[in-house]
């Protein structure tokens, strides 16, 4: 692949050779933007795997980096305002699955209460192809709208690993304290490495790569993480 004249001047500045201690790591992505808006960091993990397994879970990262999102909640009428205090942005049922089923999609996280599923799993191909099916493993089928929600709102994103075994997920922005992009690292790592599979031999995480949106990446070192 051809790059342009900036990556290949800010690529100078990595070692290839050489995986950087987390700190440096965030220091040195922040120098590797090319573009003009700002871009966001974005960590790549290969984890070990066997083909049958998968990774998924949610995590809370310290700092927060992007703007507030619209939720939905699937409720009954009784529990609407419930929600609604608790900062959704829409709540009910039918009247949503309906809207919904008509192809309207305008907002970024859906929640629903456990009796709600059997009426929500009917949009299944709608929400499922977009990521965005309520899962109880991702804490956003849940009798606790308020607790979730709250959560939600503090920046509770979800991660997975994809086909390859790799997990992608966005930790900051270049124009962050690289101090706030480590912390972020960090708390990400440290989640992924707790769910390491009882069966799983050698080491779980197998390499970690920062980049920023239009920039190279650099090499992670992970010796301490991976034996947690």
Not at 14 to 41: G, I
Not at 76 to 87: I, S, T, W
């Amino acid at each position: 692949m051809k790059h342009g004249k900036k990556y290949v001047e800010v690529a100078k500045k990595v070692d290839r050779s050489q995986a950087y201690e987390p700190a440096a790591a965030c220091a040195l992505v922040k120098e590797l933007k090319t573009a003009k808006f700002d871009e966001t960091v974005e960590v790549h993990i290969r984890l070990n795997l066997k083909k049958s397994q998968t990774v998924r879970d949610t995590v809370v990262l310290p700092h927060q980096f992007r703007g507030e999102k619209r939720i939905l909640v699937f409720c009954r009428p009784e529990r609407e305002k419930e929600a609604l205090d608790a900062g959704a942005a829409y709540a009910g049922s039918d009247e949503l699955i309906e809207k919904i089923k008509g192809g309207w999609l305008d907002f970024d996280i859906a929640v629903a209460t456990p009796d709600m599923m059997k009426e929500v799993g009917k949009l299944g191909m709608i929400l499922g192809r977009r990521g965005l099916m309520p899962n109880p493993k991702t804490g956003t089928v849940t009798n606790d709208l308020t607790g979730a929600l709250a959560e939600l709102r503090k920046g509770r994103t979800e991660y997975r690993s994809d086909k390859s075994g790799i997990i992608h997920l966005p930790v900051g922005k270049v124009s962050m304290d690289s101090e706030k992009i480590a912390e972020n690292l960090s708390t990400l790592l440290d989640e992924v490495a707790r769910k390491r599979p009882s069966d799983a031999k050698g080491d779980f995480i197998a390499s970690v790569y920062l980049t920023p949106t239009m920039g190279p990446s650099v090499k992670v070192a992970i010796g301490k993480t991976e034996k947690r």
